[in-house]
């Protein structure tokens, strides 16, 4: 199994060809809008815009699940993205990552990493060929060195 076994929607609620993001190292990330690590948004972007031409991307998951932290519809949560942190890296449907509804996807990625979603704003870095290779405890900011290191490896 591999990330693109997936069917998943953007935060427009278009199916997702994963063929965008075939030989990219990618970066999955639970996020929320009234979180304290909300700030990360702009980190996102940062290591986004640094490496977007470099074969990586990151994915964020907008999710509910801790602390009701992430209220807002579809089309708000883009809006609120865009207007505070100019997020130009994919955004996808609101999901569940953790709990009895918990997507699909994150029940892969929790099973492959034996890690449980924690918090929001944990991270989970897929290689090249859509495997999953390693969990980020959501404290962990986006631009870690240990992070970059992976990304240029």
């Not at 929607?9 to 304290?36: H, R, Y």
């Not at 909300?38 to 907008?62: G, H, M, V």
């Not at 009895?100 to 034996?114: D, I, M, R, V």
């Amino acid at each position: 199994m591999t990330l693109s076994s997936f069917d998943i929607q953007d935060i427009q609620g278009n199916p997702v060809d994963w063929e965008v993001f075939q030989g990219k190292k990618i970066m999955l990330v639970n996020t929320a809008s009234e979180c304290g690590l909300t700030p990360q948004y702009e980190q996102l972007e940062a290591l986004y815009q640094r490496f977007k031409d470099a074969n990586f991307t990151i994915i964020a998951f907008p999710s509910n699940d801790f602390g009701a932290q992430e209220p807002g519809t579809n089309e708000q949560i883009a809006a609120f993205c865009k207007k505070n942190y100019g997020v130009s890296f994919p955004l996808m449907d609101k999901i569940s990552v953790t709990g009895p509804e918990q997507h699909p996807l994150y029940q892969w990625l929790c099973a492959e990493t034996h890690e449980a979603v924690t918090w929001n704003f944990q991270k989970f870095l897929i290689n090249e060929s859509g495997e999953v290779v390693e969990s980020i405890d959501p404290r962990v900011l986006p631009d870690d060195p240990e992070i970059i290191r992976w990304i240029e490896a």
